[in-house]
């Protein structure tokens, strides 16, 4: 039996993995992670937000061939 709908359950499903990928990093390798937040936070505004775009525009087309 489900606990909670299929929606939250894909949603709440995603979010952990999501966490668990953003919690590799500083765990393997605690120097390189704090190096690579320092440089990625003196980036212009400009870089980051392409550069986010581009992560959500990946994200979108991976998600479309997967369930297409």
Do not use: C
Request: proline fraction near 4%; charge should be positive; aromatic fraction near 18%.
């Amino acid at each position: 039996t489900r606990v909670m709908p299929l929606g939250f359950e894909i949603f709440f499903s995603a979010l952990a993995l999501m966490l668990v990928f953003e919690g590799i990093l500083p765990f393997l390798s605690p120097k390189r992670w704090r190096y690579f937040v320092a440089t990625m936070a003196s980036q212009h505004d400009k870089n980051l937000r392409i550069m986010g775009f581009v992560f959500m525009v990946v994200g979108v087309a991976i998600l479309f061939f997967i369930h297409h």
